[in-house]
């Protein structure tokens, strides 16, 4: 196994990070009708993109590359509103740069990698020396100058971020084979029986779509990928394949870099893909958790993040079975708790919970309204829906399959077009 690197104060100074978030996610089905993967709300008031823009400026990078592509206006406007205070006359900068037909009048980003061969000249005239790619729409706090360090020290064309994920989860991940060294000798998709890793061959590596290359050698393996004829222009079916089998690509285990909460038994290092209703339900419900394995409260690795506006959150009325109150839960600024009972539930900004409600297990996205005697449990409600006066959801799953969007683990979303629906 290759050994801990020591974290360098001058890498990240000299790199700039680029953001790839053009996908749809269209495993989180009506979720994405509107925005973008990486544009979805997450934790009270961030975006998911939030993350991988937060680890690159806390981490030292102040040159930020974001690639957009679907449905990209609620994510630039996300961007200019909560990103523009980098400078360049600090040498910083932050570009959003949507798929705009530069190389031709025809051509969209085809792929990962083509996001990124698209804007070279723009690249090149920050003149990084590193280049860290990442993907938009994870969740997860991990300090880049530790990959770029080892990225250095071991002379590697290419550094792959990596999970350790049990074997027998790691079927549904791209898995990297790797020796002694952390040399990758072979990249496997989905394969049905994953390589263990030669120190713990119960757990396997699987790539996290993170990867460090020094920039004029990234430009020269993008350019022989654009004069191929059968590549998908990507960098995961295509660059680092590539490489692992012409040159030397080395992975980075995230538990040498993951930041950690310090609470009590936050050992284990927190990655969430989210990209399902369930995954996205439990997720935001485990930051409910008295010591949750994601600490947003952290001051020394903040989410950073567009901080809107609003008042202090309120709770008013209180009589019998006109309570306002929260437990186990999170209230965002903006909120008004209205004789409602609350219980483990995530309210992002602006929610108004009026009289007589019930939420359990809800997730309700900027200025959801819930009306009189509306009772929730194990909801995403999307953003700006209202509730009508006494809806029940979560007590009879056939009902709710009829209505709304179920899971097979029983999660309800709720969108604005699922609610007019209701009333034809």
């Known amino acids: 196994m290759a050994t801990a690197v020591q974290r360098s104060t001058q890498l990240a100074r000299y790199?700039?990070?680029?953001?790839?978030?053009?996908?749809?996610?269209?495993?989180?089905?009506?979720?994405?009708?509107?925005?973008?993967?990486?544009?979805?709300?997450?934790?009270?008031?961030?975006?998911?993109?939030?993350?991988?823009?937060?680890?690159?400026?806390?981490?030292?990078?102040?040159?930020?590359?974001?690639?957009?592509?679907?449905?990209a206006h609620s994510l630039i406007r996300h961007l200019q509103r909560g990103w523009n205070f980098l400078r360049p006359e600090r040498n910083e900068g932050f570009d959003i740069l949507p798929a705009s037909q530069r190389v031709s009048e025809t051509q969209?980003?085809?792929?990962?990698?083509?996001?990124?061969?698209?804007?070279?000249?723009?690249?090149?005239?920050?003149?990084?020396?590193?280049?860290?790619?990442?993907?938009?729409d994870h969740v997860y706090k991990m300090d880049y100058e530790l990959m770029l360090a080892?990225?250095?020290?071991?002379?590697?064309?290419?550094?792959?971020?990596?999970?350790?994920?049990?074997r027998a989860e790691a079927t549904g991940f791209g898995v990297m084979h790797v020796d002694k060294e952390d040399r990758i000798i072979e990249f496997l998709e989905k394969p049905a029986d994953p390589p263990g890793m030669p120190d713990k061959p119960k757990m396997a590596l699987a790539s996290m779509g993170i990867y460090v290359f020094k920039t004029d050698f990234m430009f020269g393996e993008l350019r022989r990928d654009a004069n191929d004829p059968d590549s998908a222009r990507d960098f995961g079916k295509n660059i680092i394949p590539y490489l692992v089998k012409n040159g030397k690509a080395v992975a980075h285990r995230f538990p040498t870099s993951c930041v950690k909460s310090g609470a009590e038994g936050s050992d284990e290092p927190y990655w969430r893909d989210v990209g399902t209703i369930d995954a996205y339900w439990q997720a935001n419900i485990d930051l409910t958790d008295f010591t949750p394995a994601l600490d947003?409260?952290?001051?020394?690795?903040?989410?950073?993040t567009y901080a809107e506006i609003t008042p202090p959150a309120k709770f008013i009325h209180d009589e019998v079975n006109r309570?306002?109150?929260?437990?186990?839960?999170?209230?965002?600024?903006?909120?008004?708790?209205?004789?409602?009972?609350?219980?483990?539930?995530?309210?992002?900004?602006?929610?108004?919970?009026?009289?007589?409600?019930?939420?359990?297990?809800?997730?309700?996205?900027?200025?959801?309204?819930?009306?009189?005697?509306?009772?929730?449990?194990?909801?995403?409600?999307?953003?700006?829906?209202e509730i009508p006066e006494g809806l029940v959801v979560g007590e009879d799953p056939e009902e709710d399959a009829k209505r709304f969007r179920r899971t097979d683990n029983g999660i309800c979303l709720i969108t604005k077009p699922m609610i007019e629906r209701l009333s034809i």
């Open 15 to 71: 790199s700039m990070a680029y953001v790839l978030a053009g996908g749809r996610g269209s495993r989180l089905l009506e979720l994405t009708d509107k925005r973008a993967k990486p544009s979805v709300f997450f934790g009270g008031k961030s975006r998911i993109i939030d993350f991988a823009l937060s680890n690159a400026l806390n981490s030292g990078i102040r040159r930020i590359g974001v690639a957009t592509q679907y449905k």
């Open 108 to 136: 969209w980003y085809e792929g990962t990698a083509d996001a990124v061969y698209q804007n070279i000249d723009i690249i090149e005239s920050y003149a990084p020396e590193y280049m860290v790619i990442l993907a938009g």
């Open 150 to 166: 080892q990225h250095v020290n071991s002379g590697a064309d290419v550094t792959v971020g990596c999970l350790e994920v049990p």
């Open 296 to 304: 947003l409260y952290d001051q020394e690795w903040p989410i950073w």
């Open 323 to 385: 309570r306002g109150m929260a437990t186990s839960s999170m209230v965002s600024g903006g909120c008004i708790v209205s004789g409602s009972k609350i219980d483990r539930a995530l309210l992002f900004t602006g929610v108004h919970a009026h009289s007589y409600s019930e939420l359990e297990g809800v997730v309700a996205l900027p200025y959801v309204q819930i009306r009189r005697h509306a009772r929730l449990k194990n909801v995403v409600i999307d953003r700006g829906v």
